[in-house]
């Protein structure tokens, strides 16, 4: 996706570690109107897909993630980090190692939001060693709903979570796709829409 490589340019900033920074449109403040163009492209590539469920998890998959809902029309789910006191029902739950924040959390969905009936269209901001994807596809698995697909807004493809995640035979679309993050330079790889 042209726009979203251009916003990365502009204003994505390379930390060390290979990690990359961009709490001024997608991490901390959000650029709806991209988020909005993002989401399209994923419902789009997914249009006829049947997908009933797209499934995120809490904060940063959130934006694209209601977007792609939004124009696929179809619920959106996100995975919380921490129980809420209002958490009462029966939960499904995993555990996933954060690359960023280097600490694992237990992730869960009340379970009456996902059933064996659910076609589910998993989309995250980033795509590091896929961990948050393979918590959200355990979630699903445990509620026994298929997942369709992968919608990935920034894929670090020098990490291997799309190995993964294509290893567990799993369709992965990212909309921007980053061989290098080394001298401070963002390289790009062609990306999947
Ligand atoms: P994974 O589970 O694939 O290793 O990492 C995915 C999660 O880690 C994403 O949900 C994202 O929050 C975070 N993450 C991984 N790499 C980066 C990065 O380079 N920059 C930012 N901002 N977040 C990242």
């Given at each position: 996706m042209?726009?979203?490589?251009?916003?990365i340019e502009?204003?994505?900033?390379?930390?060390?570690?290979?990690?990359?920074?961009?709490?001024?449109?997608?991490?901390?403040?959000?650029?709806?109107v991209?988020m909005e163009?993002?989401?399209?492209?994923?419902?789009?590539v997914?249009?006829e897909?049947?997908?009933?469920?797209?499934?995120?998890?809490e904060?940063s998959?959130?934006a694209?993630?209601?977007?792609a809902?939004?124009?696929?029309?179809?619920?959106?789910?996100f995975?919380?980090?921490?129980?809420?006191?209002?958490m009462?029902e029966e939960?499904?739950?995993a555990?996933?190692?954060?690359?960023?924040?280097?600490?694992?959390?237990?992730?869960?969905?009340?379970?009456?939001?996902?059933?064996?009936?659910?076609?589910?269209?998993?989309?995250?901001?980033f795509?590091?060693?896929?961990?948050?994807?393979?918590?959200?596809?355990?979630?699903?698995?445990?509620?026994?709903?298929?997942v369709?697909?992968?919608?990935i807004?920034?894929?670090?493809?020098?990490?291997?979570g799309?190995?993964?995640?294509?290893?567990?035979?799993?369709?992965?679309?990212s909309?921007?796709?980053?061989?290098s993050?080394?001298?401070?330079?963002v390289?790009?790889?062609?990306?999947?829409?």
């Open positions: 042209k726009e979203l490589r251009e916003r502009a204003d994505g900033h390379v930390l060390g570690e290979g990690v990359l920074k961009v709490d001024s449109f997608v991490t901390h403040q959000v650029d709806p991209l163009q993002i989401g399209r492209v994923f419902a789009k997914f249009a897909a049947k997908i009933t469920k797209v499934v995120t998890i904060a998959g959130i694209p993630a209601l977007y809902a939004q124009y696929l029309q179809v619920p959106m789910v995975a919380r980090k921490s129980k809420s006191l209002t009462n939960l499904l739950t555990e996933v190692y954060s690359f960023t924040k280097q600490v694992t959390s237990t992730i869960s969905i009340s379970r009456k939001f996902l059933s064996a009936e659910d076609n589910v269209l998993i989309v995250d901001d795509l590091a060693n896929g961990q948050a994807a393979k918590g959200l596809i355990e979630l699903c698995r445990q509620a026994g709903a298929h369709e697909g992968i919608g807004v920034i894929e670090k493809s020098f990490q291997d799309r190995e993964l995640l294509e290893a567990m035979g799993l369709k992965v679309v909309l921007a796709r980053i061989k993050l080394s001298e401070g330079k390289e790009f790889l062609e990306e999947d829409a």
